[in-house]
């Protein structure tokens, strides 16, 4: 069974500081990885998917990358804004599980002014 | 495109009462998922859905739960005699074949 495990649960930060979220999941068997923000009380927001030919995706500030054979996703922030602080998912599509996502936790991140 | 539409946003029910929560998926997308969030936990897959048939519902539990998603209309999730481990917040996404989803703004039920 997959499991999707996130680190750091929770971050804080100063405004302006570059940082890395950490995905990592069981069974590199998988189809494409997703990373979602969610804002509180709101729906998930789709930042960047990367399919399994893929090693990573970029949208502006932020920068996805994916190595399927150790099992780990990073998430990239760069020059963090206050407006940034969110929860930031992960999630990945099986590959023979039709189109069901597993999410990880998420990391809560809180960007200081 | 007005993305995907779920409605109510807020529902309040009391114990065993029924709750229906209703998804539009986005124009052009044949696959809709239905997502629950319990309080501090994460997003656990329900059931996916295409139009009149169920393709997996392995996380939907065995009683008081349905889907449907009828050729005409929205998808319908359905829970009877609600109680108050049913308070979560659901959330459902569509996607065309084979690509990223999109979640619609849940739909947020409170069992009193």
């Known amino acids: 069974k997959q499991e999707v495990t996130q680190i750091p649960a929770a971050l804080s930060v100063p405004e302006g500081e570059n940082l890395v979220l950490n995905c990592s999941f069981t069974?590199?068997?998988?189809?494409?990885l997703q990373w979602f923000r969610q804002d509180p009380g709101k729906g998930l927001t789709s930042l960047l998917l990367?399919?399994?030919?893929?090693r990573e995706q970029t949208s502006g500030r932020l920068n996805a990358s994916l190595d399927k054979s150790s099992g780990r996703s990073t998430l990239y922030i760069a020059a963090s804004q206050p407006g940034d602080s969110a929860t930031y998912l992960c999630?990945?599509?099986?590959?023979?599980?039709?189109?069901?996502?597993?999410f990880g936790g998420g990391t809560r991140l809180m960007v200081k002014p | 495109n007005a993305g995907v539409m779920q409605n109510p946003r807020h529902l309040v029910r009391r114990r065993g009462q029924e709750a229906r929560l209703r998804c539009s998926p986005m124009?052009?997308?044949?696959?809709v998922y239905w997502y629950r969030q319990l309080p501090e936990e994460g997003l656990k897959f329900m059931v996916y859905?295409?139009?009149?048939?169920?393709?997996?519902e392995s996380g939907m539990p065995k009683e008081r739960f349905s889907a449907e998603f009828p050729k005409e209309g929205p998808s319908i999730l359905r829970i009877q005699q609600v109680v108050r481990g049913d308070s979560a917040a659901y959330f459902c996404?569509?996607?065309?074949?084979?690509?990223?989803?999109?979640f619609g703004s849940g739909t947020r039920l409170t069992v009193v």
């Open positions: 124009k052009g997308h044949s696959h």
């Open positions: 990367i399919q399994s030919s893929q």
């Open positions: 069974d590199s068997a998988i189809y494409n």
């Open positions: 996404a569509s996607s065309p074949p084979d690509s990223g989803y999109t």
């Open positions: 999630a990945v599509y099986e590959d023979n599980a039709g189109n069901m996502l597993t």
């Open positions: 859905l295409q139009k009149e048939n169920i393709i997996d």
